[in-house]
Structure formats: structure tokens, C-alpha cells
């Protein structure tokens, strides 16, 4: 029989959070059930919740910024044991068999990678998130997390982290690269530490100064307010790599005269309308204007390990789900952008009445 657990689930895109019991699934061979202690709330999880990306399907269970620990596995896992520290991000399925899964990209797999919400297993049945106090994985899609890493902060690393960390690692970021991060929020925060991290000089792009200070205690050298004309004059091809974490439409072409030649302006956000560039502004200066999505299971497990090593976990909030109008407001915190820098839902809270 199927194991029950408590949850925070959204019964319509315009209803306020609930405290349920769902079901997950018995242990198949290659399962690792967790107990899961933090949830990190995401801004894709406000959209797919509020149904600004169409298609959710409810009664929904979001949440892929998942930490806790193993409390059993299958007869045939060979990678974890009980009581091992371990995290689920965006995917908790794929083929593992094309060539994409094959080469470390799971989350292009050519059959269609599954979800950790608002997805169909490979079973047809719909996929509950981590806004849960346990989940049900196969091992593939398990992440360690490090000794050194604490719950809380390691959460968000499996969304937030590896979002910033693998165009950070494709693009160059490192000693002698001037790398400058658009938006100081939940991903943009952690885009700072990970550059710093990496050895790059940073610089942050914010529409004011109001986050200067918290820019430059997060690693930043400098901060540029994207309203201040004279400074966006001045910052002009200063930049190899600009790594733009806002969902909001802004002006590309102002942002790659910020890129010396051969730089490159990388989006992992999801603005509502399409990006408008005219080919001279890539051309005059060999520019590129690329995206990124997540990163496959081996890259976010050298995340958290790169992590580990230099001591960095997401800047966080613990929430108390007991009552659910908290995760209804801290929703709307998030949006409004007035987080710092990471809500994570504390899952022992959540209580079904």
C-alpha cells in the first residue's frame, strides 16, 4: 500500500495553500524514500501554482528544492544507505538511455525528463514536489549533500544553485574574468557567491542601489543601478560574461553594450514577452545571447560539492507552515521581491487539521 504524508497542496490556481495527507509510492528496487526537512520556495513555483504558465494540473504539491534525509531504500539501491544527507531538485525521472541522459543532460532526455511537480511519471500518475515531509525518488535522481552543508541552505542549491552554477562553469567565470549578475534575488544571490567563488570579479546590476550593501557582503565588488544612465554609459564593454537572473522584460541591447567583445549575456529567467535584439549588436562585438535551464544530475552533484568545498549555502528564511496563510504571504513577498534572499518551508510544521 501506497505510504501517506502530510503536504501543502493548492486546490485551484486562485485558492490559498492546505495542509493534506497524499499518497507515495511503495519502494520499487531502484527507490530512496526521504524524509524530507526543507522545502525552498522557488519563483517557478508561483507560477506554475497561480497557473501563469498554463497547464497546471490540481490539486498541486509544488516544491523542488528539496533536503532531508534517507529513511529507506529499495533492494536494489547501491548508492544510498538510511540516515545519508541527501537532496532532490527539478527532475525525479528520466530514460537514461539516450544520448542526452547518457551525456549528463538529463533534463533534455529525449523521451521527455519528469518533473518533481505538475508532471506525469512515467506511470501516468501526476508527480507531487517537496512542500512534503517525504517523497519517493529512484536513486538516479538523488543528490548527496555534503558534510559542512546545512539542510536549510543546501535546499535551494537544487534549483537556485545549479541554475546559476552551470552557465557560471559553461561561460568562463573564474580568475581574471569580470562577470557582472543582473538581479540580487533568489537565484541572482547565489549567481554572486559562485562567481566569487569561482575567482571572477563581480559586479551586480540592480534597478537601484537599494541592495548595494547585502550585493557586496554576497561577494560583489561593485553595484550598478540599472536606472542610473551615466553609470550604464560608463559600465559599457566592460563585462565577459553577464549572467541575467529576472524574469522581467528589459532592454537586451542595453545589456550587451555592457559586454566586451566576445562576451556573453546568459538568461535564466523567464520573461513573459519574447527578447528583441537586432544581429549588428551581436555581430559588432562577436556577442553571444544564450539561456541556460538547470543542469543535468552529475553537474548539480558538483555543485554541491564546488559548495561544500567554499562553504556556501543559500542565504535563507525558515518558514513555519502550521499556519498556511504564511506560505500564502511569503508567496507574495517573493514576488514583490522583498525576500532575503530564500524562503524555505521548515516541512515538520506542516500539520493537516
Known amino acids: 500500500m501506497p505510504t501517506k504524508t502530510n503536504a501543502l497542496s493548492v486546490p485551484s490556481a486562485s485558492a490559498p ?82 544520448e542526452n541522459c547518457k551525456n549528463g543532460q538529463e533534463q533534455f532526455c529525449s523521451k521527455g525528463s519528469v518533473g518533481t511537480y505538475n508532471a506525469k511519471n512515467y506511470d501516468g500518475e501526476w508527480a507531487a514536489g517537496g512542500y512534503s515531509q517525504q517523497i519517493v525518488v529512484t536513486e538516479r535522481m538523488v543528490l548527496r549533500i555534503p558534510e559542512g552543508l546545512e539542510l536549510d541552505e543546501a535546499a535551494p ?18 580568475p581574471g574574468r569580470k562577470v557582472a549578475v543582473v ?27 537599494a541592495k548595494a550593501d547585502d550585493a557586496k557582503a554576497l561577494g560583489s565588488s561593485n553595484h550598478i543601478a540599472t536606472s542610473d544612465k551615466a553609470a550604464m554609459r560608463e559600465a559599457r564593454g566592460s563585462f565577459d560574461l553577464i549572467l541575467n537572473t529576472v524574469s522581467a522584460d528589459l532592454d537586451m541591447e542595453a545589456y550587451l553594450r555592457l559586454l566586451r567583445p566576445n562576451g556573453a549575456l546568459v538568461n535564466v529567467g523567464l520573461p513573459p514577452s519574447n527578447l528583441s535584439v537586432r544581429p549588428g549588436s551581436l555581430i559588432g562585438g562577436n556577442k553571444v545571447i544564450s539561456g541556460s535551464n538547470i543542469g543535468g544530475i552529475g553537474e548539480t552533484q558538483e555543485m554541491l560539492d564546488f559548495c561544500a568545498e567554499h562553504g556556501i549555502g543559500a542565504t535563507v528564511e525558515r518558514l513555519d507552515a502550521s ?13 514583490a521581491g522583498t525576500v532575503r534572499y530564500r524562503y524555505v518551508i521548515d516541512t515538520s510544521t506542516i500539520t493537516p487539521g
Not at 28 to 36: A, L, P, Y
Not at 184 to 194: D, R
Open 17 to 98: 495553500f492546505e495542509a493534506v495527507e497524499i499518497d507515495r509510492r511503495d519502494l520499487r528496487d531502484d527507490d530512496v524514500r526521504i524524509d524530507i526537512a526543507f522545502a525552498g520556495i522557488c519563483h517557478s513555483d508561483i507560477h506554475t501554482v497561480r497557473d501563469e504558465w498554463g497547464a497546471a494540473h490540481y490539486p498541486i504539491v509544488t516544491g523542488h528544492e528539496i533536503a532531508g534525509t534517507v529513511s529507506a531504500v529499495g533492494d536494489g539501491v547501491t548508492k544510498f544507505s538510511v540516515g545519508d544527507r541527501v537532496g532532490v531538485g527539478c527532475l525525479v525521472d528520466s530514460c537514461a538511455e539516450c
Open 323 to 335: 499556519d498556511t496563510t504564511t506560505i500564502d504571504a511569503a508567496y507574495d513577498e517573493v514576488v
Open 183 to 209: 538581479g540580487v534575488g533568489g537565484l541572482g544571490h547565489m549567481g554572486v557567491k559562485l562567481a566569487a567563488a569561482m575567482g571572477a570579479e563581480v559586479s551586480t546590476l540592480s534597478r537601484s542601489a
Open 157 to 174: 542549491l537544487l534549483c537556485a544553485g545549479i541554475t546559476t552554477y552551470s552557465p557560471l562553469k559553461r561561460w568562463g567565470s573564474g
